[in-house]
Structures are given as C-alpha cells and as structure tokens.
C-alpha cells in the first residue's frame, strides 16, 4: 500500500505536539513526530510504500500538503490529532478526499477516544479512529485494509462500516512489548534543525521513548492505570548513538510518563552514556517516589540536565485526595537530591482539586518556600475526558446542564458547582511564583544552576524577558 503519514500543520503559528498520549499547543518547543516515525518503520517493514510529511516543523499550510500529494497515489493517510483543536486537525481528512476519495484516513488521539463515536459522526470524512494504544493496533490495521478483511476483526479502532453505521471494537487482542519495535525511522526526517525544547536555543533536538504507560492510579490524569512497556537499556542506547550519528542531536526528551520506573535500566543507561561517550544531554519526567540520590547523582553523570516532577500539591490531604501514592516528605526529599545532584527541577503543580481549601493551599506555599524548584508549572485541575475526576464530576453534577463533546474536548467542563473554585487560585499562581522571585536564596540557586549547566542560559534569559 501506499501510505502518507503525517504530522499535521501547526494552528495560529504555533508549533503542535501530538504525541498520542500528549497534546501541546506551545511555542517552547518543535519535537520530532517519534510515534508516526515508529509506525513508518513498523510498516515499511511489512513492505508498504511510506511517504511522510513533518508539516508542523516544516511550518506547512493545509494548501501546501495538497501541493506536494495532490498527484500521487496515496491508499492512506495515518496522522494524529491534537484534541483540544480537533477541527483544524481533522481538516486533513477533507484533504485526503480531495487527493483520492478513496483514500482512507486513520488517526489516533488518546484524549478524545471517549468520543469517538461522536468525532466520525461529525467528520464524515473521516474513517477509522484508533481508539487503543497505536502502536498495538496499527499493524493489525493495515494488513487488514491491504488484504480487504473485515475491520470488526480489529481491535482498538472504531469505524464508519459499509453501510454507513459506526462500530467500535475496543478489545485489543494483544498488546506490542515496546522493546520489540523497530528504531524510528529518522531517515524520512530531512534534519533535525526544525526540532527544539525550551525554546528555539535547545537544538538539534529529539523526543525519545523508553517506553510508554503509567500504572499508578492519580485521579487527575487520563494515562492512569495503563500498563507500561519499557525498552532495554540496548535498545536505547542504540537509539541515541543513531540520533548522534544521523543529526548529531545534542539533546534529547526521554518522554516516558515515568522514565525512573525501572532503577537498574537508568543506571545501566547512564553507564553506557558515559563508557561509550555518546554525549547527547536529557530531560525526563519522574516521581518523587522512584528516585533516590545515588540514582540521581548517576543520572547527572549521564546526561541529564533536567528532571520534571508532577508533585501536583504541597498538601498530604490533597496528595491523598488525588490518589497519587506520594507523601509530602518523599516529595522535599527528592528536590533535595536533585538539587544536591545538580539537575535542575520543574515542579509541576495542580490547583483545586478536591478538599482544596486555604489551609491546603498554604502548605503548598511552604512546600514552594521550602524546597525553592528552578522552574514552575501551575495549572488548575481540569475535567479531562478519561480522568477518575472527571467521572466524580459528571457524578457529582459539578457542571451544569448537559456535556457538549466537543466543548469538554476543546474547552473543558465548566466546573460552576465545584466549591474549590470559590478560591482566588489565579492569585494563588501569582503568589507561588512570587514566593520564589522574591527569595534571593532562588537566585542563587538558580545562577548556581546555569553555571553547572550552560546550555539553558539562553533559554533562561528569554523566559525572564518575556516574564517568568
């Protein structure tokens, strides 16, 4: 089969990450399509013809992808759609019915599979959603369209049948170990100058997996519960002397929810990092819970120039209300460590959510005052579709009237019965991230910081112009 696959155009100018699982709409970063990459090596190795297009590092329009395909055969086109923009994204299925109208359209977003068939009502045009983890289902799906067999035999999508009736079919028969996958394919990518983190300083750049899933239980969150599949250190060591070879990448994301979920493979990763002097630079992403200062003393010694933390709340009764498996004192520790290890933390954080009050809300502040993080992302708890909050929301009737799909997709519930939203928490932000501005100790730290780690100066510097 011919197939097109495509990472989609960027919306008002603003770069897009789709990662399935992940859905920004940022200008900090450009990151390389990696599951669209993996699925094209998955299916050139069944002996498909595989054409692909970058279109939001490329910064290409909708008009210019129909340029550049308007006249080929195209069987297929696979993509995945943001959620929160999904009559942009899904633009393209219009698109590839103008290349051929019997051109079959696939996409995937792990956001919006609750709705899924609600979005192929809506968007006649488009023809199957993977609804279960991409990467199980693609291959399955494919030799299924090529050999002309029926779709109800495949698991993880949904469908538009023959006569014109939506089916899904959720039950996966079996789920891809991640370390059986074969290596992106970085030859369809023309560079990596395109691809940047933390704004456009932090380059040549790639986002990399380890592996994918979360299996704790954090009520606030659509991954929860999701079983993880991790790579052997082999593996991703291959990867990144690839990534060093082909594009000579300085820097790489390793984007696993949880990349410290297996201690012995981040060690064993950071030995062979620096026995093999590979010299690519790393963030991840972590728990409080799965680090301790050994591990994290090996991890700078391999690398990693930052670590993200979702500690989401300085609160143990707000921790234990989140179900996120976590205490207060694991969380200090754990900053603690970093800092000791000289990797710089963002701590992530998670207002109002259930039991939320002023109390709670000043023992974040001291959390904050405490453990003084280099960087901090603030948001308020939103009703995700898929989320543990979302059916107490939908339960406890905390929104009023009836749900629009598409407006909890694009916009969220609006929360106007939820008592913690009787909190001034936009002050509350303004006020954590004065907590540390206004510390001189933080300033130091963070000078200290950039000393030992000169490659985020610059973004530093333009994060402060444009206001921490």
């Not at 997709?409 to 001034?424: A, H, R, S, V």
């Amino acid at each position: 089969m011919n197939i097109l696959l495509i990472n989609l155009p960027r919306y008002k100018s603003i770069p897009v990450t789709r990662e399935e699982r992940c859905e920004l709409i940022t200008i900090s970063r450009v990151d390389t399509p990696a599951t669209l990459l993996i699925i094209a090596s998955l299916l050139r190795d069944d002996g498909h013809k595989i054409e692909f297009i970058d279109a939001n590092a490329l910064d290409l329009s909708y008009s210019e992808i129909l340029e550049r395909t308007i006249n080929k055969k195209i069987d297929c086109v696979i993509f995945p759609f943001n959620s929160q923009i999904i009559d942009h994204d899904l633009e393209i299925c219009d698109i590839a019915k103008k290349i051929d109208p019997s051109c079959i359209t696939i996409g995937f977003s792990w956001h919006a599979r609750c709705y899924a068939r609600e979005i192929l009502m809506e968007y006649s045009n488009f023809d199957i959603y993977i609804i279960g983890p991409t990467l199980s289902v693609i291959g399955s799906l494919i030799k299924c369209i090529s050999e002309n067999e029926d779709l109800g035999n495949v698991g993880g999508t949904a469908y538009r049948s023959t006569d014109n009736i939506i089916k899904l079919n959720d039950e996966i028969g079996s789920e891809v170990k991640f370390n059986n996958l074969p290596m992106p394919a970085y030859d369809l990518l023309p560079s990596f100058d395109p691809y940047y983190v933390l704004n456009p300083f932090i380059r040549p750049y790639a986002l990399v997996y380890a592996g994918k899933g979360c299996p704790f239980k954090c009520m606030y969150c659509n991954v929860a519960k999701t079983k993880y599949s991790g790579r052997s250190p082999d593996d991703i060591i291959k990867e990144l002397k690839i990534l060093k070879k082909s594009g000579n990448v300085k820097y790489v994301w390793i984007f696993d929810e949880i990349f410290t979920i297996n201690r012995k493979r981040v060690i064993e990763v950071c030995e062979r990092i620096i026995e093999e002097d590979i010299n690519i630079k790393w963030f991840c992403d972590s728990r409080v819970d799965l680090v301790d200062e050994e591990l994290l003393k090996m991890m700078r010694k391999g690398g990693c120039i930052g670590i993200s933390y979702g500690v989401e709340s300085g609160s143990q009764k707000i921790l234990d209300s989140m179900n996120k498996g976590i205490t207060v004192k694991q969380a200090r520790n754990a900053l603690v460590w970093t800092r000791k290890a000289h990797i710089p933390i963002q701590l992530n954080l998670t207002l109002g959510f259930i039991g939320e009050d002023e109390e709670s809300l000043r023992e974040t502040e001291s959390f904050v005052r405490a453990t003084l993080p280099e960087t901090l992302q603030i948001g308020q708890v939103t009703a995700k579709p898929g989320t543990g909050f979302t059916q107490l929301a939908i339960k406890n009737k905390w929104a009023r009237g009836e749900i629009n799909w598409k407006d909890h997709l694009t916009k969220g519930l609006e929360l106007t019965d939820y008592e913690p939203f009787n909190l001034d928490l936009h002050n509350e932000i303004i006020k954590l991230n004065r907590i540390l501005q206004h510390n001189p100790k933080w300033w130091i730290n963070n000078i200290n910081a950039l000393i030992r780690n000169p490659e985020l100066i610059l973004p530093a510097i333009r994060m402060f112009i444009r206001g921490y």
